[in-house]
């Protein structure tokens, strides 16, 4: 602890920061950071924690079905979820990132907020 702020750290990406963090400060920086080039040094780490959380849903859902990732980023997890038979839609505020999912990966993402994504979930079949 510094000055009575915590110091943090992700169990997964080995992330380190300050608990609580400036909110407005922490908003822009995740609409504007390169988050391809942020998680590619990481991808295979990753690739192994998301392959154990999607065993964990499967293992609640029995089979799979659809699926929604909100804070997707760039779309990791939710290429690892098509590729597992998953119908896959995700929203991340990140305009670089969920532009990447969509051109690079095809895949079904909004830029925005959970609410920005209520009228994508519905047309899911």
Same mark, same amino acid.
Not at 112 to 125: F, H, P, V, W, Y
């Given at each position: ?72 980023? @760039? ?32 895949l079904d993402v909004v830029t ?5 994504? @209520? ?7």
């Open positions: 602890m510094i000055d009575g702020v915590r110091i943090v750290q992700c169990r997964v990406c080995d992330l380190t920061y300050l608990n609580p963090r400036d909110e407005a400060e922490i908003a822009e920086r995740n609409r504007t950071r390169d988050l391809v080039a942020h998680f590619a040094p990481m991808a295979r780490r990753q690739r192994i924690h998301f392959e154990l959380r999607l065993a964990k849903i499967l293992a609640i859902a029995g089979r799979p079905g659809r699926l929604l990732d909100v804070g997707c980023a @760039a779309g990791a997890f939710l290429t690892l979820a098509c590729e597992r038979g998953w119908k896959t839609v995700g929203v991340d505020v990140n305009t670089l990132a969920t532009a990447y999912a969509r051109e690079s990966l095809g925005g907020t959970l609410g920005d994504i @209520a009228e994508q979930c519905r047309g899911m079949k």
